[in-house]
């Protein structure tokens, strides 16, 4: 998938990942999706590599939407993990 789609998906999976991560309300709406962006990146990256660069992961549809989505949740993980803050929290879920 092009870099574009992998932008825009991105920004939609990283304001998903804000409801389903709980405890990292500092972030806000924009941290959370530039994170997203680049868990977008990651997944899409890592989920070509899985499938040998299959064509199924062109476009914005609902199989890019999930791997961004799964990557963006890494992503927010991983920044809190570097961060020291735990997933306690009044967040969501």
Do not use: C, P
Request: hydrophobic residues 55%.
């Amino acid at each position: 998938m092009g870099l574009i789609s992998w932008l825009v998906v991105g920004a939609i999976a990283g304001y998903l990942a804000g409801f389903l991560v709980k405890g990292d309300e500092s972030l806000g709406v924009i941290g959370h999706v530039v994170l997203g962006i680049v868990g977008a990146v990651i997944g899409g990256f890592l989920a070509g590599l899985l499938t040998g660069g299959q064509d199924y992961l062109t476009g914005i549809n609902i199989t890019t939407i999930v791997v961004a989505v799964i990557g963006a949740v890494i992503a927010v993980l991983g920044y809190n993990l570097i961060r020291g803050r735990t997933s306690t929290g009044s967040g969501s879920v």
